[in-house]
């Protein structure tokens, strides 16, 4: 391609909202322009690398057995409502109607739309396992799109469907895929730490995250260096942490006045106590929770109570969850214990109908209205203070288990740096990081709500069970610039380079431009991508766009070294001269190496 017949609009200035290096350099380096909040068009440049990352994701997934489909964007709402998720979706789905009133939803993910079209098509276990995938539009309208195509509300991902007899035949798709994952993050250059994911509300087995750091990341990993743990905070456990020092009384537990005291640290200052020997008690709602809360023992008095404020619709429950008094109590975690879509704090309105109490002063003991989910922290604790359900009063000498029964135990507290390893004992650390992929082991929850259904070898009707698989393919080119930048531009990993080879000569006229046109020919003869800066450009200019839009391997042809070229990597600081006879084959010779090597995974790739 000559740079005169591109269209490659470079910037001086960087966009104001362009606040992470991958978003300033894809304006920069005219790769792409934006449309509208959260919405972008890609130019010539940027496409070309879009669509080399693209092709490493399609490459991979029919190695790994999976078959390219085409699925519409746009797909009747009548099949969310069958799966349940017309009402837990919420707003980020967008739904229109069409001229007849007929709903309409705008695919954020397709588990509906595979299910749907296989469910009339396999009959038989002898159609089963198949795996299914396309590359195609999303679109979910997230609240704050930003750092340009890392999170914007149309893009594009790569999205599989796998369905099985048995968990064994899921077991070995699901490990297929986590390797065709790794394969595809490492021919594109980056390096991804694979972690353990929650599962989410709907019983899933398995869940794994592929994660690159980023300082802007939404992802709080927890990690072992000892013995590699590695997980999302939504998911991470800790070995248990007694508090040292803390030991049983025998003292019945007994009121203690604490006026206006509300929050652990008033607390803490007027007993002169420290916040670990405090149990925090919040009052949460979970919407759509699998579980009947108001069967639990106890909690007579509250039945189905309409939450003060909330949509009508969402089927809900309250419940009581205690923490020690200086851990955080992480709703994702919880919300997976109660089989929730989600967990949401209870309004003041709401706590002080279920405590009988002013906020600040809720406590597990004689507590009726709600169940009790205690962590697991809470029941390694001793001599406790809690809030005694009366406004300025707490309860002292409280021993869990003697003096409360929770109805469930579970570990639903955050885990942070700091805390054990659960494996090995060693401290966690923890970096920020941002989701590149995600595999998934969704188990009935489709193929039931759906009814898609087969024949067994028994001729009994099965519900198949099924897996899930994603990339966000602009998040991936994203995270490729990211991990692959510095002060003058982008310096692309040969896999994913618009171009392999930028030819610039100093002037496009004459011997330079004879000796231009031949490297040109021949290189791309030798079926290498070549970019020649054509313009009537100052070098200096020709030269900082090259650096900023990144080119891997430049060849400058000057007068001053005619018969001999310049050829610099991009990735470093000195250039070497070559005859000009000789450059095409050697420059093809580069760029074949630094293809295959990056074409060459090993199996621990993306291994911790
Ligand atoms: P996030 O937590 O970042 O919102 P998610 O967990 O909702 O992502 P999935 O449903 O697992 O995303 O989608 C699979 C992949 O699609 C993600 O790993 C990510 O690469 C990509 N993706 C999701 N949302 C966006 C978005 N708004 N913009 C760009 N890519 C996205
Ligand atoms: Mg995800």
Redesign the pocket.
């Known amino acids: 391609m000559k740079m005169s017949q591109m269209f490659m609009p470079t910037l001086r200035e960087v966009p104001a909202e362009a606040v992470v290096a991958s978003h300033r350099l894809m304006m920069r380096s005219g790769m792409l322009r934006k449309l509208g909040n959260?919405l972008f068009t890609y130019l010539p440049l940027g496409l070309r690398s879009f669509r080399k990352v693209e092709n490493i994701i399609r490459s991979e997934m029919d190695a790994a057995g999976a078959l390219e489909f085409k699925p519409s964007v746009v797909v009747p709402g009548e099949i969310w409502r069958e799966s349940g998720r017309w009402e837990t979706m919420g707003e980020g789905m967008l739904r229109v109607k069409n001229r007849v009133d007929q709903e309409l939803v705008i695919s954020?993910?397709a588990e509906e739309a595979f299910t749907a079209l296989l469910r009339s098509e396999i009959s038989s276990y002898k159609q089963l396992p198949i795996n299914v995938y396309q590359i195609n539009t999303?679109y979910?309208d997230?609240i704050r799109?930003r750092y340009g195509?890392?999170?914007?509300?149309e893009?594009?991902?790569k999205?599989a469907y796998s369905f099985h007899t048995d968990d064994e035949s899921l077991d070995e798709t699901y490990r297929a895929m986590g390797r065709a994952y790794r394969r595809v993050f490492h021919r594109c250059g980056l390096s991804v730490i694979p972690v353990k994911a929650d599962s989410g509300a709907m019983g899933g087995t398995g869940s794994e995250?592929?994660m690159v750091e980023s300082e802007v990341g939404?992802?709080n990993l927890i990690l072992c260096a000892k013995c590699g743990y590695a997980a999302n905070d939504e998911k991470a456990a800790c070995a248990p942490d007694p508090v040292a020092g803390s030991a049983a009384t025998d003292k019945a537990y007994a009121p203690i006045a604490t006026p206006r005291v509300r929050t652990i640290e008033e607390l803490t200052g007027f007993l002169k106590t420290v916040p670990q020997a405090f149990i925090k008690t919040l009052i949460y709602r979970a919407v759509n929770s699998e579980l009947d809360l108001t069967a639990a023992p106890g909690c007579e008095k509250l039945e189905r109570m309409a939450p003060a404020s909330s949509p009508a619709y969402y089927p809900s429950s309250f419940f009581a969850v205690c923490v020690r008094g200086d851990l955080d109590v992480n709703e994702v975690k919880l919300a997976a214990t109660l089989k929730a879509s989600e967990v949401e704090l209870a309004s003041d309105r709401d706590v002080e109908r279920i405590t009988g109490a002013p906020v600040g002063f809720a406590g597990p003991v004689g507590l009726s209205s709600v169940p009790v989910i205690a962590d697991l922290s809470v029941m390694a604790m001793h001599d406790a203070v809690t809030g005694a359900l009366k406004e300025d009063l707490h309860f002292e000498h409280v021993e869990p288990g003697r003096d409360f029964t929770p109805w469930q135990v579970a570990d639903v507290r955050t885990v942070k740096a700091g805390d054990k390893c659960p494996n090995c004992g060693d401290a966690f650390y923890a970096k920020k990081g941002?989701?590149?992929?995600?595999i998934?082991k969704l188990g009935y929850k489709y193929t039931k709500s759906m009814n898609m259904l087969y024949l067994d070898e028994n001729g009994k009707q099965q519900y198949p069970t099924m897996g899930c698989y994603?990339?966000?393919?602009?998040?991936?080119l994203a995270s490729i610039i990211e991990e692959h930048n510095d002060e003058d531009g982008i310096i692309w990993p040969m896999s994913v380079a618009p171009f392999h080879v930028a030819v610039v000569p100093i002037k496009y006229e004459g011997a330079m431009k004879d000796a231009a046109d031949r490297l040109y020919a021949e290189l791309g003869a030798a079926g290498i991508e070549v970019l020649l800066d054509d313009r009537n450009e100052r070098p200096g200019v020709k030269f900082k766009d090259m650096d900023l839009i990144g080119i891997p391997v430049r060849i400058v042809v000057g007068d001053k070294n005619l018969p001999n070229v310049e050829v610099k990597s991009r990735k470093e600081k000195d250039s070497a001269l070559v005859a000009l006879g000789e450059a095409a084959s050697r420059v093809a010779d580069t760029v074949r190496r630094e293809l295959a090597a990056l074409a060459d995974v090993p199996e621990t790739a993306g291994r911790p």
């Open positions: 959260g954020p993910t999303k979910r997230e799109p195509v890392m999170r914007g509300r893009f594009t991902m999205d995250e592929f939404d992802n941002n989701e590149l992929g995600h998934f994603g990339i966000g393919v602009d998040r991936t």
